[in-house]
Each structure stands twice: as structure tokens, then as C-alpha cells.
């Protein structure tokens, strides 16, 4: 089906600041309850944001929300303004830990993964933003300040490879997940995800000419692309559970036009602001930190309760779990 405009604009486009509205020292490391680390990278990854954190600072949220028990945008609000005016080493999360059960199935005595408190965040962020709006289109839906930022859509194009007829759906996204399965580098993972693949067998489509199931060819792009761009490099092997290893090599800038869904002859360039690592033999279990880019535009290294400066050389030969581009 053909994407229909948007019938409202929930937050205004020209309101979104791309670049840091200022420029602070890096704020300090978040405390471990044990098995909150997951927790921390995500916070950690989401307040060097620069439109995220730009708005957050703003305090336009907090002064028009009317959420009684549980606001994400809230929590959130009130999480960077203390990271970004503290002056302790480190600070606890208190309610972001405090609200795990509204954010999703997570608890803070039990280790969770990085990637699914990603997705419940920032749904949860996007949720905030849609109060009192829930019967609203998709397309309009997809006009909040979340959906602005982290939001895009993908494409899927089925064509009947008897008659050459195109169907074309859209699903909207927040982040994406890839698999990684042998490519040694993110280039070569993008390349695998959006080349076409063949449905035969039970995997047929039916085709509306012929009136029955037919081969067919199937293509997934990137139809429009977010503001920030959130990758899951997928390291759980389904086969047998395990963790998979490899290093991906990832560029400090990435060109996203070779998996648009249109082709352009001008690059869509983002540049690499946040990594997320998992260190451990097993994705049961293990250790989380991350590396960020702040307002300065140095690069650290945040783990936990420490955080020490490093180069982008150091950032860019981690085995990366998730990888955050901005445009």
C-alpha cells in the first residue's frame, strides 16, 4: 500500500536541533546495582543523543505533561538534566531503575540485554508522545518528536517474478536489527539485508493476475531514513543460542543511499556518536559498557561508574553491539 500523509503533525520538524545548543564537559558514570549495566549503556547512549538531549534540556515535556504514575519522556527529562549539571562522579538512576516494570519485562536483580531495553525505551519515549493522540493514523503517529528523531520507514517489495508485478508494504521502525552471520564488515551486513531474496515453495505469494500462488522475489529498503540511526548488530546465534563473536568492522561515517529504496546521486551521510559492547563468552551473560561521543566532540569510554577519554581508533575496533549514526 502506498505511504498516505500524515492528517496532523504532532511536534513540529523545524523544532528539531541536529547539533548541540551547547557545549558541556561529559557528565559522569551511572552506578551498577550488580546487574543493571544494560540499563546504563542505554542511558548513556540516549543522553549524548544531541536532538534528544537539546529538547530534554528544554524542559518542554515536563511542563505540559499531565502523566500521573509513569511518563518515559519525564524520567528521561530529568535523567540528563542531572547528568548534565551533576558534579559527582557518579550518580544512580533511581527512577529509571524505579520504573523497569512500566518500561518493560525487567527487574533491577536481574541482568537483562541492551538492545531489548533499547526498543521498550524508546517505545515507551514514543508513547509518552503520543497521549491522547493513540487514534490517529500511522503516518501521523510517526510525526512525534521519537518518531522524528529514531523513526523511519522500511520498505518491502514482493514482485511476481512471472508477470513482474510489484506489491509494496511499509513497516515503521525505531531501530533496526541485523544479522550479522559471516560478514566481516557493516557494509557487507547492510548489503545481505537488503538484497533481494526468493520466496518459492510455501513462501509463494499469490499473485492478483494469475489467482495463485507464484515465485516471487522479495527486497527490503530503507524507504526513509531517521534523523538517528539505531543498529543492532544481532550476536545470538538462534540455532543453538550462542554467542557470536566475530568483530564487524563499522565506520566512524556511513553512507546509507546504497540501501535506500530510491536511488539519489547525492550520499546520505551519518556519523558514528555511540557504541554499545558486550563483553562475555555467552549472551546470558556478561558485561555492558559503551562509547560515546559528547558535546565537545571528544570520544569516552563509559563503564559503569568510570569514564575515561579515548581516541576513535579505540571506539572503532570494538566487537559493537549496537552502533548509533546521526545524520
Given at each position: 500500500?502506498?505511504?498516505?500523509?500524515?492528517?496532523?503533525?504532532?511536534?513540529?520538524?523545524?523544532?528539531?536541533?541536529?547539533?548541540?545548543?551547547?557545549?558541556?564537559?561529559?557528565?559522569?558514570?551511572?552506578?551498577?546495582?550488580?546487574?543493571?549495566?544494560?540499563?546504563?549503556?542505554?542511558?548513556?547512549c540516549?543522553?549524548y543523543?544531541?536532538?534528544?538531549a537539546?529538547?530534554?534540556?528544554?524542559?518542554?515535556?515536563?511542563?505540559?505533561?499531565?502523566?500521573?504514575?509513569?511518563?518515559?519522556?519525564?524520567?528521561?527529562?530529568?535523567?540528563?538534566?542531572?547528568?548534565?549539571?551533576?558534579?559527582?562522579?557518579?550518580?544512580?538512576?533511581?527512577?529509571v531503575?524505579?520504573?523497569?516494570?512500566?518500561i518493560?519485562?525487567?527487574?533491577?536483580?536481574?541482568?537483562?540485554?541492551?538492545?531489548?531495553?533499547?526498543?521498550?525505551?524508546?517505545?515507551?519515549?514514543?508513547?509518552?508522545?503520543?497521549?491522547?493522540?493513540?487514534?490517529?493514523?500511522?503516518?501521523?503517529?510517526?510525526?512525534?518528536?521519537?518518531?522524528?528523531?529514531?523513526?523511519?520507514?522500511?520498505?518491502?517489495?514482493?514482485?511476481?517474478?512471472?508477470?513482474?508485478?510489484?506489491?509494496?508494504?511499509?513497516?515503521?521502525?525505531?531501530?533496526?536489527l541485523?544479522?550479522?552471520?559471516?560478514?566481516?564488515?557493516?557494509?557487507?551486513?547492510?548489503?545481505?539485508?537488503?538484497?533481494p531474496?526468493?520466496?518459492?515453495?510455501?513462501?509463494?505469494?499469490?499473485?492478483?493476475?494469475?489467482?495463485?500462488?507464484?515465485?516471487?522475489?522479495?527486497?527490503?529498503?530503507?524507504?526513509?531514513a531517521?534523523?538517528?540511526?539505531a543498529?543492532?548488530?544481532?550476536?545470538?546465534?538462534?540455532?543453538?543460542?550462542?554467542?557470536?563473536?566475530?568483530?564487524?568492522?563499522?565506520?566512524?561515517?556511513?553512507?546509507?543511499?546504497?540501501?535506500?529504496?530510491?536511488?539519489?546521486?547525492?550520499?546520505?551521510?551519518?556519523?558514528?556518536?555511540?557504541?554499545?559492547?558486550?563483553?562475555?563468552?555467552?549472551?546470558?551473560?556478561?558485561?555492558?559498557?559503551?562509547?560515546?561521543?559528547?558535546?565537545?566532540?571528544?570520544?569516552?569510554?563509559?563503564?559503569?561508574?568510570?569514564?575515561?577519554?579515548?581516541?576513535?581508533?579505540?571506539?572503532?575496533?570494538?566487537?559493537?553491539?549496537?552502533?548509533?549514526?546521526?545524520?
Amino acid at each position: 500500500e502506498e505511504m498516505t500523509p500524515p492528517q496532523r503533525i504532532l511536534f513540529p520538524p523545524e523544532n528539531i536541533f541536529m547539533d548541540w545548543l551547547h557545549t558541556r564537559r561529559p557528565g559522569p558514570g551511572l552506578r551498577n546495582l550488580g546487574s543493571t549495566c544494560y540499563v546504563n549503556v542505554i542511558l548513556q547512549c540516549l543522553t549524548y543523543t544531541p536532538p534528544l538531549a537539546n529538547y530534554l534540556l528544554s524542559r518542554q515535556h515536563s511542563q505540559s505533561c499531565h502523566q500521573q504514575v509513569f511518563c518515559m519522556l519525564c524520567i528521561m527529562e530529568d535523567h540528563v538534566r542531572k547528568i548534565m549539571y551533576s558534579l559527582a562522579n557518579a550518580i544512580l538512576p533511581r527512577a529509571v531503575l524505579r520504573s523497569l516494570r512500566f518500561i518493560g519485562e525487567f527487574k533491577p536483580d536481574l541482568a537483562g540485554d541492551a538492545y531489548e531495553f533499547l526498543c521498550c525505551a524508546l517505545s515507551a519515549m514514543q508513547n509518552a508522545c503520543l497521549t491522547g493522540s493513540r487514534i490517529l493514523d500511522i503516518s501521523s503517529q510517526s510525526t512525534t518528536l521519537i518518531s522524528q528523531i529514531f523513526g523511519g520507514f522500511l520498505r518491502s517489495r514482493v514482485m511476481c517474478l512471472r508477470c513482474q508485478a510489484v506489491y509494496d508494504t511499509y513497516k515503521a521502525f525505531l531501530e533496526v536489527l541485523l544479522k550479522i552471520k559471516a560478514a566481516s564488515s557493516l557494509t557487507t551486513v547492510l548489503e545481505n539485508f537488503v538484497k533481494p531474496k526468493l520466496l518459492d515453495g510455501k513462501q509463494c505469494m499469490k499473485c492478483s493476475r494469475f489467482r495463485k500462488k507464484m515465485i516471487a522475489s522479495k527486497r527490503i529498503t530503507i524507504h526513509h531514513a531517521p534523523r538517528v540511526l539505531a543498529l543492532c548488530l544481532g550476536r545470538v546465534d538462534v540455532k543453538n543460542n550462542r554467542k557470536i563473536s566475530q568483530v564487524v568492522e563499522y565506520p566512524e561515517c556511513l553512507d546509507l543511499q546504497p540501501y535506500m529504496s530510491e536511488a539519489a546521486r547525492e550520499p546520505l551521510l551519518y556519523s558514528l556518536y555511540a557504541v554499545v559492547v558486550h563483553s562475555g563468552e555467552t549472551c546470558l551473560a556478561g558485561h555492558f559498557f559503551c562509547y560515546i561521543k559528547a558535546s565537545n566532540g571528544l570520544w569516552y569510554k563509559m563503564d559503569d561508574e568510570s569514564m575515561d577519554d579515548c581516541d576513535i581508533h579505540t571506539v572503532l575496533g570494538q566487537q559493537a553491539y549496537l552502533l548509533f549514526y546521526i545524520r
